[in-house]
């Protein structure tokens, strides 16, 4: 068998996808089913900004598939009038990938939370992401298991008391950025639940990006988690503590733009006040950037206790996708096929036979 | 038998006696065993292959039993380093590898000493005395060399410096001595394909094609086989030789073939007969890995394979393929079959065609890898949580296994349900000639998604539960199709509608509406051979335990007693006769590789007190041991 060249990525996230020419509303996106999340949930926002968003791509509604795993955010499908599917726990990556590798005609979504993709699942994430699966994933963070009531999750802060950690959680947490920036993931990014059109524009290149997209959602949890993001909602220093990327622009926030992201002399990234260190030592963001240092960089100024949020995309690089290649071989190896003559025939009867004939009497 | 001078001539003249070929005595037998057992490295596994082919096509009747370490290269002339090929070729149908060889070729001293004892008094034991040192004896604790004391006197041995003659024949080539000494296990090969007047053709042809890259090395493996050969034809040590007859099979085109190749050829065939793409999602494992590597090379025959990270991922990446209307399928062994449980629950709950091949090892746990079992039984069964019913298929003898796959695909693309398909380790790696099929014969299994809104009540909604009369089955309705969006999931689902209920009426129905499902699945009644219809003992089995079962009740009515056979191919749901047959005779023996599995099936399920006679030894049933047990049987002695 001749080895295939893998494609590369001239096509965007959505390409094979057919679209439709009817003008699409969020109401069309919108099943009859009830929603059943706890009054005032962050997934409410999320579900408003993706059905509003949805029409926007143009695609034929039957064309869109969401995936998801076991958690409050994984009922998320069922609201949502496309086909779905609501798996098991932590595995919506894996079966979103056979349904990607066999149907390019899909746009293929995971919907998933902290403790489904970075617990249980963590190992489907990961896998995902190295392939460069054409399918994009919205982690929904609220740092909790809301669907058990009020676990600790991967993602919450050292020393949080829960049900189960009556003395604190003694559990170090997963930056999911970073994790998925080390799992070698080409499109990474990161909004706020209440951030409507922030959360639309990362989602908007998420969808058009050729391969695994990350999206990672911070959501509040009313019940278990109250108020867990607030203070990057609101307040005098929200605008202190959220750093938003823009492509192509040197790295600043503030009130009055006042911080910047500079190089640290560890050879990390650093916030500094602008007036101190002069505009020039700003470091200017590249999502297109191939090496991942910096992106992983800015991953790390996000800390725990939330003193500083980057928001925005952090990655967004080509790749052939695993996907693609894998169809490459199939589309190779048929038309080799079809040129050879190959059929089932062939197939079973092989190279080495041997006849046993009928005798004249007919016996064998 | 004739001489062929043309092979004298090239002979390497120290090995030509007396310049001249000598006459050997042939005798004509209607059955051999060989068993050739040496070091994991000395490439036994080829040679019995390569043996296999050559009787093959011949057109021997024959069957094959593997054995080999988990360890790739356990430590070089140890005990646990063993690897043995038995192959059984007979001019007659037979049944099994054999109990015992005829002919123990053993290249060392472990594998003389782990093999030893299966050789009958009287037997041919082929020796390859370079090997005999003193530190290898020791290493498997001789205390004195076998060769050299009387210990060996019950058998015919023939003492060949194997090493020696291939490395003096591969001088001229320019060899380094090790890589010369490398191809001794072809000049085994060579010496018993001349016992048994087997040609040299397609082996050299073998030899060529798999060292196309390194004609050097094809030329030096060919030479040392042709060694082997005029070896035993100019040397007087063997004084005689034996031929096989072709046997006599039905009519029609023969191959040998594996049952993990027929398993894989089923899945293609099936793909082609559904019209489906195959996608396998799968994680390499003993014994199930030859599936997935026969598969990878079939990409031109619309299959897609897919190594995932986990068996959760293989299994996971198959169901989202179902999801999306290809024939998903995945692959594995009992442990595999643990970690994929959970999605086999969420299969059962979708609904949705699923094909699992579990090539069943030793277990619990890792277990033994490379030994055979049945003892994934009840796992295929009850391995999940809730009432999750999923047929079972179980294949009898390697080329069973290419039907068993297409029709454990035809259950599942019908009655939309995961299938699993038990096969086993030796079932998998052992071989038997298969009457190749006429493709065109085969069933048409096309399928027709849903393409139109299906509500009773003229909604014009689509309900995914809404099932059709006769099988049960619901709508397989693919994303792409318009007007059918719906989402489906692991949570209970009401009846017909589809959308998510906890009422406990409704849980109560589907329960009940997916066990009637499996249930109604039509399975073709159990046969039973009752030669002389006075048997009162049946002996029932399933799977790889025909063969040895097949050839004890030869053996018992050989004897003149009665004994009468059936063997069960559906597991789930069995077969609708089988309760009349089991209660048609006065005593039952089931032969089972695990400890009576079963059995407790049969017990639980008919009410009858059938005998469990079990062995989890990781090898096959021998014929011999199970005649004795069903000739105890028939006398009124069961097993307890």
Known sequence: ?364 | MSTDTEVGAELPDHLVAHGEIRQTEVKQTHRVVIRFAGDSGDGMQLTGDRFTSEAAAFGNDLATLPNFPAEIRAPAGTLPGVSSFQLHFADYDILTPGDRPDVLVAMNPAALKSNLEDLPHGGVLIVNTDEFTKRNLGKVGYESNPLEDDSLAPYQVHQVAMATLTRTALEPTGMSKKDAERAKNMFALGLLSWMYHRGTESTEEFLREKFAKKPELAEANILAFRTGWNYGETTESFAVTYEVAPAALPTGTYRQITGNLALAYGVVAAGQLSKLPVFLGTYPITPASDVLHELSKHKGMGVTTFQAEDEIAGIGAALGASFGGSLGVTSTSGPGVALKSETIGLAVALELPLLILDIQRGGPSTGLPTKTEQADLLQAMYGRNGEAPVPIIAPASPSECFQAAITAARIALTYRTPVFLLSDGAIANGSEPWNVPDASTLPDMSVEFATEANAPDGSGEFWPYLRDDDTLARPWAVPGTAGLEHRIGGLEKADGRGSISYDPDNHDRMVRLRQAKIDGIPVDDVEVDDPSGQAEVLVLGWGSTFGPIGAACRRVRAAGLDVAQAHVRSMNPLPGNLGDVLHRYRRVVVPEMNLGQFAMMLRARYLVDVRSYTKVAGLPFQAEELAGVLTDAVKGDLPA
């Open chain 1, 1 to 364: 068998m001749t080895a295939v060249e893998l494609p590369t990525p001239s096509l965007g996230g959505l390409d094979l996808v057919p679209t439709t020419e009817e003008t699409q509303k969020a109401k069309d996106f919108t099943s009859d089913q009830e929603v059943r999340w706890c009054p005032g949930c962050g997934d409410y926002a999320v579900l408003a900004s993706v059905r509003s968003f949805l029409p926007e791509l143009g695609l034929k509604r039957e064309n869109i598939v969401f995936v998801s795993g076991i958690g409050c955010s994984s009922r998320f499908p069922y609201y949502l009038d496309t086909y779905g599917m609501h798996s098991i726990h932590g595995r919506a990556p894996a079966i979103a990938t056979g349904l990607a590798v066999t149907r390019p005609d899909l746009s293929v979504w995971v919907v998933t939370g902290d403790g489904d993709a970075l617990s249980i699942g963590g190992n489907h994430l990961i896998h995902a992401l190295r392939r460069n699966m054409n399918i994009t994933i919205l982690l929904f963070n609220n740092r909790i298991y809301g669907l058990t009531k009020g676990q600790y999750s991967p993602t919450s802060e050292v020393g949080k008391v829960t049900k189960s950690t009556p003395m604190g959680s003694v559990d170090a947490p997963f930056n999911p950025v970073s994790l998925a920036l080390g799992a070698e993931a080409t499109f990474v990014g990161r909004a706020l639940d209440s951030d409507r059109k922030g959360l639309t524009e990362v989602l908007r290149q998420a969808a058009a990006h050729r391969g695994a997209s990350l999206v990672e959602i911070f959501q509040d949890c009313p019940i278990f988690n109250d108020g867990s993001f607030d203070v990057l909602r609101k307040g005098d220093e929200v605008q202190q503590r959220l750093i938003p990327l823009t492509d192509g622009e040197p790295i600043r926030f503030g009130n009055d733009g006042e911080y910047g992201v500079v190089r640290a002399a560890s050879g990390g990234l650093e916030v500094k006040l602008i007036s101190e260190v002069g505009e020039d030592a700003l470091v200017v963001h590249h999502a297109d950037e191939t090496d991942p240092t910096q992106a992983f960089a800015l991953s790390r100024l996000s800390d725990q206790d939330l003193t500083h949020t980057v928001t925005g995309i952090f990655r967004n690089v080509e790749r052939p996708t695993y996907d693609d290649g894998a169809r490459a071989q199939v589309t190779a190896a048929t038309e080799q096929a079809q040129q050879r003559g190959d059929n089932l025939q062939a197939l079973l009867t092989g190279k080495d036979t041997w006849a046993v004939a009928p005798t004249p009497d007919g016996e064998a």
